[in-house]
C-alpha cells in the first residue's frame, strides 16, 4: 500500500502514478527534477503524499501537473515545493477540502484548471501572477469564491468560471488586468460581477445563463474588447452599468434577459461593429447607445417593451440594418433612422405600425 524512494532526485521523463487501488502512501522526498509530467491519476486510496517536500530545493516539473480521480487525498501539502512549468490540473479529487499552498508557482505557460473536485473551496496558488493559457473552474461545488487567486494580473487565454453552484464572488480577482475571455456561465448564486476593478483589456466577455445576476459591468478600469461583449439569458439582470472607461467593442450582444432595463455601462461606447439587442421584454429604449457613431450590422428584434430607438448619434450603418418584432416600438422610427444612416435595403417588420413619431 505505500511506495517510498527516500533517495530518488531526478527523473528524466515523466513520471506518472495511475491505477494503484490500494497505495495510500508516495514518498519521494529527495526528488528535485521531473523532465516530463508528473500525473496521478485514478488511485483511490492515495491519501499521504511527498514529493519534494524532504528536500532543501524546489521541485521541478518541465511538463505538467495532472491530479485526476484520487479519491481520499485531502491535502496538496506534499507537493509544497512542486514548480510545473506547463500546465495544472486538479480535476475529480473529491476529498480535496483544505489544499494547503503550492507557495512556489507564480506563472504558467500553459492553463490551469481546476474542475468537478466536490469539496475544494479555494485555490491552492495564492502567489500565481500569470498564466498565459486558460485558467478554468469548473463544477466546483463548495467554492464560494476564487479565493486563492488574488495575484492573479493576466490569463492569455480564457478565464472561464462555470457551473460552480456557490460561487457568489468575484472580488479576489480584484488585480486582474489583461484576459484574452472571459467567460461566466451557468453560476446560479453570483448576483454581480463586482471585484474586477483592475480589468483594462479583454478579447472577449461573455456572461450567460446565470439566474441571480441582478447587475453586470462593474469594470471601472475597462477600455476595450476586442471581440465583443455579450450578455445572454440571466433571468434577473436588470442592468449593465459601470464600464466608464469602454471605449471600443467589436460587437456587443444583449440576449433573451428578461428583466432588463438598462444598459448604461455602454452610454460612452462609440466604436461597435455589431450591436445586437434581441429578446429583453422589459427594455423601453437603445438610448444608452447614445455615443455610437457608426455600425457594419444592426439588428434589434423581439423587445416587446422597446417603445424607442434613441440612436441620435448614429451616422451610418454599413452593411445590415434589422429592425423587427418589436410590437411597441413605432415603425416610423425605425424607417426614419433607416433613410438616414443606411444605404442598402432595411429590414423593418412585425413593429407597431400605428405609432407615430414626431
Given amino acids: 500500500p505505500e511506495a517510498i524512494l527516500p533517495t530518488l532526485s531526478i527523473i528524466d521523463g515523466s513520471f506518472i502514478v495511475q ?65 510545473p512549468t506547463d500546465s495544472i490540473t486538479l480535476r475529480s479529487n473529491n476529498a480535496l477540502q483544505e489544499p494547503g499552498l503550492l507557495p512556489h508557482v507564480v506563472a504558467l505557460t500553459g492553463s490551469l484548471t481546476l474542475e468537478d473536485n466536490l469539496r475544494l473551496g479555494q485555490s491552492p496558488f495564492l502567489r500565481l501572477s ?16 476564487v479565493f486563492g487567486l488574488e495575484q492573479l494580473v493576466s490569463v492569455g487565454g480564457t478565464l472561464e468560471l462555470r457551473d460552480n453552484p456557490r460561487l457568489e464572488m468575484l472580488a479576489p480577482l480584484g488585480k486582474l488586468a489583461s484576459v484574452g475571455e472571459l467567460e461566466l456561465t451557468g453560476n446560479p448564486l453570483l448576483p454581480d460581477t463586482s471585484g474586477l476593478v483592475s480589468l483594462t483589456h479583454a478579447g472577449r466577455i461573455h456572461i450567460q445563463g446565470n439566474p441571480a445576476l441582478v447587475s453586470a459591468g462593474d469594470m471601472p478600469l475597462l477600455t476595450s474588447v476586442e471581440q465583443g461583449f455579450s450578455v445572454k439569458h440571466n433571468a434577473a439582470l436588470q442592468r449593465v452599468h459601470d464600464l466608464p472607461l469602454l471605449r471600443s467593442a467589436g460587437a456587443v450582444s444583449v440576449v433573451g434577459n428578461a428583466a432588463l432595463t438598462s444598459l448604461s455601462g455602454f452610454a460612452r461606447l462609440p466604436e461597435i461593429y455589431t450591436l445586437e439587442v434581441l429578446g429583453n421584454p422589459k427594455l423601453p429604449t437603445l438610448g ?29 450603418v454599413s452593411h445590415d440594418f434589422t429592425v423587427a418584432d418589436n410590437p411597441k416600438l ?24 400605428a405609432g407615430t413619431c414626431p
Wanted: glycine share 12%; charged share 20%.
Fill in 330 to 353: 413605432p415603425r416610423c422610427q425605425a424607417t426614419a433612422l433607416a433613410a438616414s444612416v443606411f444605404p442598402g435595403t432595411p429590414f423593418i417588420e412585425g413593429n407597431d405600425d
Fill in 288 to 316: 444608452d447607445f447614445v455615443a455610437v457613431r457608426e455600425l457594419a450590422l444592426l439588428h434589434i428584434g423581439g423587445n416587446t417593451g422597446l417603445t424607442s430607438l434613441d440612436l441620435g448619434g448614429l451616422t451610418r
Fill in 130 to 145: 500569470r498564466v498565459h493559457g486558460d485558467v478554468r473552474l469548473v463544477n466546483n461545488t463548495r467554492m464560494a469564491s
Fill in 19 to 83: 491505477g494503484n487501488s490500494s497505495l495510500k502512501r508516495l514518498d519521494l522526498g529527495a526528488l528535485r527534477f521531473i523532465g516530463g509530467n508528473l500525473e496521478l491519476r485514478d488511485n483511490a486510496q492515495l491519501q499521504n503524499l511527498n514529493l519534494g517536500a524532504a528536500s532543501k530545493h524546489l521541485l521541478r516539473v518541465g511538463g505538467s501537473l495532472l491530479l485526476e480521480e484520487n479519491d481520499n487525498l485531502s491535502s496538496l501539502l506534499g507537493l509544497v515545493a512542486v514548480v
